[in-house]
């Protein structure tokens, strides 16, 4: 059997049609505009936006108050909040009647921000944030791209059809070339990507401040915590005092007959009451010593010589504030909800840039030879480039309803950022009514304390000189008692109160979102990774 002919194939059958892509190009344009014109406002905002689709942000309403409920209480000129722990103040050493900003405090201050761990894992948050800006960044420029190689042997079957078109069974193929895609940013869907991203990044810079805010007043709140325990402890041991001598008083006028053994027994109660608070003071005291250490990044250990021995800091009756509205601009947590607001809205834009065809363009190039050695020659190159799209007009349920998603959550982050400004006027407010009432309080409590103090001394004095029941003024033990327990609780009172004013301004700094401007004050190492460039966080745009 003789084999059939070989039809003969018209060279002309193998020449492309002409193809356009400028023309294919401006279909595509043509049938999207169609679709955007299909919306009564989506083309005139697309333009309005800058040739991106959904919608451009706005900083939200706030609820703000016009003052504060104690302004008559309150300084009016202006307060420097980047340094506020340098306002609680001791005597000087040399000058009592001098007042000094604490150093121990302010030691403490600048050791945590270099050292807190904390902190440490804000600032790799802020750098996580940034590569991921400029992954995103990257977006706007070929999206795939990658060269690629390789080598194969094959062998083709002599029982096909097409067998008798091969002139050789065996053949080796080499091949590299590059390839890229690339989807034009036509509806701004990467660019409201990039917009998200970068608010992200702004929202994690405020939280790594928002950090440095607590941590600062974390700190401030165990040293106060410690000098309160160890006034405490110091008024507890001078009662002590007191009674011991009390007790011997009382011990000698039983031995001598003019007393009773009641009262005896009653003084050794007394005293042993007074002596069991002190360890329960100086568990509290090693307690805010533990969590120091921990808040300076180091084990727990006695801060006893470190920290020395000092009075409760004070600071000046009336402070400056500010109005409500500066907590917009000052408080790190308030501006990190607007940001993350501010990162959402662009999300919209992104689900909304579904409706709408995306349009890129793909091409490869590259070299194709049967042997190693001709692969770079010009006959074996080859290539394609081309435009095309992706539409998921068939999934637009799909699409509506994830712009819905990205809408309720831009909602509920608005609403987030509204109560975040609630809570922090509350927090103010608190803290306000705190020092201003601590410090009548103190004034009180100081003037009880001197009471106490008085009587004791007068009733300590008739006791020792006549006593019993022949007393004339009837000074008997048990008012001996009476007026001691009385003066124990004014002074351990007192010195709760004297804290509670130190502990009050605290709060109202860090409510206004004081004390993150640390990092910006030249020559403060902040609490970053110095493995890492640069040791200090640059808080801008990838370069």
């Known amino acids: 059997m003789k084999d059939e002919p070989i039809l003969p194939v018209h060279p002309s059958s193998f020449v492309p049609r002409p193809f356009s892509a400028r023309r294919w190009l401006f279909y595509v344009l043509c049938l999207s505009f169609a679709v955007a014109l299909s919306g009564c406002s989506a083309l005139p905002e697309y333009f309005r936006n800058g040739l991106k689709v959904g919608p451009n942000y706005t900083a939200p309403a706030a609820p703000l108050a016009k003052e504060w409920i104690d302004a008559a209480d309150l300084r009016k000129d202006g307060d420097d909040l980047s340094q506020w722990w340098t306002v609680f103040e001791i005597p000087d050493p040399k000058y009592p009647k001098l007042k000094r900003p604490d150093p121990v405090l302010n030691e403490l201050i600048l050791s ?4 807190n761990l904390t902190l440490r894992e804000a600032g790799f948050r802020i750098l996580q944030a940034r590569a991921q800006l400029a992954i995103t960044v990257g977006g706007l420029f070929p999206q795939a791209q990658f060269a690629d190689g390789s080598f194969s042997r094959s062998a083709s079957s002599r029982e096909t059809v097409s067998a008798q078109f091969l002139r050789q069974r065996y053949f080796s193929q080499w091949d590299h070339g590059f390839n890229l895609a690339w989807e034009v940013d036509f509806w701004g869907r990467f660019r409201r990507a990039v917009e998200s991203a970068s608010a992200t990044l702004d929202a994690s810079v405020h939280d790594y401040d928002d950090v440095i805010v607590t941590l600062l007043a974390d700190v401030a709140t165990a040293y106060v915590q410690i000098r309160v325990t160890e006034e405490r402890i110091e008024y507890a041991k001078q009662n002590i005092e007191i009674q011991r001598e009390t007790h011997k008083v009382a011990e000698s006028k039983q031995k001598a007959g003019t007393g009773l053994e009641v009262d005896t027994k009653q003084a050794i109660v007394l005293l042993k009451q007074t002596e069991a608070t002190i ?94 050695q001709n692969i770079f020659s010009p006959t074996a190159f080859s290539g394609r480039v081309g435009p095309g799209f992706e539409w998921k007009a068939l999934n637009y349920g799909r699409v ?81 008692t009476q007026v001691q327990q009385l003066k124990v609780q004014a002074d351990d009172l007192l010195a709760q109160s004297k804290g509670e004013i130190a502990l009050g301004l605290i709060q109202i700094y860090k409510a206004l979102g004081g004390g993150w401007r640390i990092r910006c004050v030249d020559g403060e190492s902040p609490a970053v990774v110095e493995e890492l460039p640069p040791p200090r966080p640059v808080f801008g745009r990838p370069q």
């Open 400 to 480: 509506l309803n994830n712009v819905r998603l990205q809408d309720a959550r831009f909602q509920e982050l608005l609403t987030a950022y509204q109560n975040q400004v609630l809570v922090a006027q509350q927090e103010v407010e608190n803290g306000l009514i705190t020092f201003l009432k601590a410090q009548e309080r103190t004034k009180l409590q100081g003037e009880g304390a001197k009471s106490a103090a008085e009587v004791v001394k007068i009733v300590d004095l008739r006791y020792k000189a006549v006593g019993g029941d022949k007393d004339p003024a009837n000074v008997t033990f048990t008012r001996v």
């Open 279 to 372: 360890p329960e003071l100086e568990i509290n005291l090693r307690r805010a010593m533990n969590r120091l250490c921990t808040l300076l990044g180091t084990p727990p250990e006695d801060l006893q010589k470190k920290l020395g021995t000092a009075p409760i800091p004070t600071a000046e009756p009336r402070v400056a504030i500010g109005i409500p509205a500066d907590l917009l601009r000052r408080r790190p947590d308030v501006r990190r909800a607007e940001r993350l607001a501010a990162a959402q809205s662009a999300q919209i834009g992104v689900a909304k840039s579904d409706f709408y065809p995306h349009i890129f363009l793909t091409g490869s190039f590259g070299f194709s030879a049967e042997k190693f």
């Open 112 to 115: 945590v921000y270099r050292q």
